[in-house]
Nanobody, 125 residues
Framework: QVQLVESGGGLVQAGDSLRLSCAASGRTFSSYAMGWFRQAPGKEREFVAAISRRGGTTSYANSVKGRCTISRDNAKNTVYLQMNSLKPEDTAVYYC??????????????????WGQGTQVTVSS
């Protein structure tokens, strides 16, 4: 399995931007579709964005569509989540995850076999 480490979280004000990064170990990063999920206190983990193995297909939750962009650099074994126009409701721990299945992209947490430890994003109003 691939090992994942997120970074880039922090405390920001509403309207600000953040770019999250997720670095993967191993030489097979390009064989995984990747996703970002988030979990706020007292809530279930929810899908944010996903990207296919070569980056040609992406999917977004309605709550972040138009404000977030997922991308990947397979040469650097890294997936990114650019978040703009942040809102207080975006406050959560953000996790990246790797999907080894044959699906182009998936939004289902159960399809992802590897998860990072998470990075906290806090948006103040």
């Amino acid at each position: 399995q691939v090992q994942l480490v997120e970074s880039g979280g922090g405390l920001v004000q509403a309207g600000d931007s953040l770019r999250l990064s997720c670095a993967a170990s191993g030489r097979t990063f390009s064989s995984y579709a990747m996703g970002w999920f988030r979990q706020a206190p007292g809530k279930e983990r929810e899908f944010v964005a996903a990207i296919s193995r070569r980056g040609g297909t992406t999917s977004y939750a309605n709550s972040v569509k138009g404000r977030c962009t997922i991308s990947r650099d397979n040469a650097k074994n890294t997936v990114y989540l650019q978040m703009n126009s942040l809102k207080p409701e975006d406050t959560a721990v953000y996790y990246c995850a790797a999907d080894p299945s044959l699906a182009v992209v998936t939004t289902t947490p159960g399809h992802f076999a590897s998860w990072g430890q998470g990075t906290q994003v806090t948006v103040s109003s």
